[in-house]
């Protein structure tokens, strides 16, 4: 474990949260959504009422745990989960989170995810760790500590940055430990303050829009840009990284953000790219998109691979992450549907009349239901579904469940 990392967490917890707006707002994002896990790692057939246990490894201020916890209880389940990390003013602060939820299935512990044999030892059915492998001096070791604690048929929600995204951000902590050297955590924001305040317009972090985390608080400053430990990925090195261990990805999220075909407007190009092999095409896309900071990735172990994804059936339920059917119907203009990937425009053409089949998802019913509901036999429903599928659960918009 590094002491400078653990220094930086206990003097800027990251993210930075104020557990009293856990009265007004649920902090939501991936990985560790019930209902990706839940599509991704089980199939869309995990039984809630089955015991259920999850480590949060790195759980920082608490953001997932906190949204893991919270869908857990709202389903009823027999959960528990193990929240750990090296800070403990982090620590304090995701627990008078759980405490405003009244979230009383967490256990609390205070280490190195490296130890988590003898912390809080698995076997887990979910292991989370969202930001904190990329920190680690060694991720791989990491990785493997983690993996031993996973349940043979269980599954990982991990994010770690990703390279192009994040261009300019290495220089910048370079140049911070030059100026810095000497300096106390608090000095090392104000040095970095001062030194962005006239930064040069050739800066690449400068030319860099798709960051703009380190100008919300001091926290995100330091996270970013004052770390000490702290690596990008590519997608072939997430993929060796994760081979390593004996895991292989479930799914990238979003996946549509890895489809090339979204930043290919030749249609021979796009041809070509369809032929490519699934990580190639991942590492195509990430290439051309040039604006990914982050790899959100589901991972199974390596046995599992191919077996974990939920997909469309009769049976299925297809449930919306968040929103509704009303508002994504609505949203659609001719059957088109249009959304940006960090300002690159991205449109998906749907069958004609797909409003009434969005409007039609409630959570509730089953894609056999909607078919009959639509007066549509399954053969050519399923047809149609499949394109509003690929574009819904392509932005990461919807996911399937099966009724246990
Ligand atoms: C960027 S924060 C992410 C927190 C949280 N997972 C989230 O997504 O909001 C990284 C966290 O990892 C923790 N951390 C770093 N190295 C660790 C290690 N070896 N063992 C446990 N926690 C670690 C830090 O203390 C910090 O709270």
């Known amino acids: 474990m590094s002491d400078a990392v653990k220094a930086q967490y206990e003097a800027y917890p990251y993210p930075r949260r104020d557990p009293r707006d856990e009265a007004r707002r649920l902090v939501v994002g991936s990985p560790s959504h019930l209902a990706e896990v839940d599509h ?18 790195g759980g920082g201020t ?50 190195s995810l490296l130890d988590v044999g003898s912390i809080a030892s698995g076997p887990y059915d979910y292991i989370d760790s969202c930001g904190v492998l990329h920190h680690l001096p060694d991720p791989p070791a990491g990785l493997a500590a983690l993996k031993a604690e996973l349940a043979p048929d269980g599954g990982m929600g991990l994010m770690v940055y990703a390279e192009y995204g994040r261009s300019g951000v290495y220089e910048m902590q370079e140049a911070f430990r030059l100026l810095g050297r000497g300096l106390d955590p608090q000095g090392q924001v104000q040095m970095a303050k001062r030194v962005l305040r006239g930064v040069a317009g050739t800066n690449r972090l400068a030319r860099n829009p798709f960051l703009t985390s380190h100008k919300t608080d001091d926290n995100a400053l330091y996270d ?72 959100v990735v589901y991972a199974v172990a390596r046995e599992r691979a191919g077996t974990t994804v939920a997909a469309p059936a009769p049976d299925a339920v297809p449930v919306w992450r968040d929103g509704d059917g009303a508002t994504f119907a609505d949203a659609l203009r001719n059957d088109v549907l249009t959304t940006d990937f960090d300002g690159h425009p ?19 019913r089953s894609l056999g239901e909607i078919a009959d509901l639509l007066g549509q036999d399954w053969a050519r429903f399923d047809q149609r579904f499949a394109r509003v599928y690929e574009a819904l659960n392509g932005l990461n918009l919807l996911l399937l469940t099966f009724r246990t």
């Open 62 to 111: 608490g953001d997932g745990l906190i949204m893991l916890a919270q869908h857990l209880k709202d389903r009823g389940a027999a959960a528990e989960i193990h929240y750990l990390d090296l800070s403990t003013a982090s620590r304090a602060i995701a627990e008078a989170r759980a405490r405003a939820r009244g979230l009383d299935f967490i256990r609390f512990h205070t280490g």
């Open 346 to 364: 991205v449109r998906f053409a749907l069958p004609q009349g797909s409003a009434p089949l969005i409007r039609a998802i409630d959570g509730r």
């Open 40 to 57: 991704y790692l089980f199939a869309g057939r995990r039984d809630w009422r089955r015991p259920f246990r999850a480590l949060v490894a």
């Open 224 to 295: 970013l840009l004052l770390h000490s430990t702290d690596r990008a990925y590519r997608v072939a090195e997430l993929l060796d990284f994760l081979s390593g261990a004996g895991l292989a990805p479930a799914a990238l999220i979003e996946p549509a953000r890895y489809e090339p075909a979204h930043y290919l407007g030749d249609e021979a190009m796009r041809r070509r790219a369809a032929d490519l092999a699934q990580a190639e095409r991942w590492a195509l896309a990430e290439a051309l998109a040039g604006s990914l900071k982050t790899h």
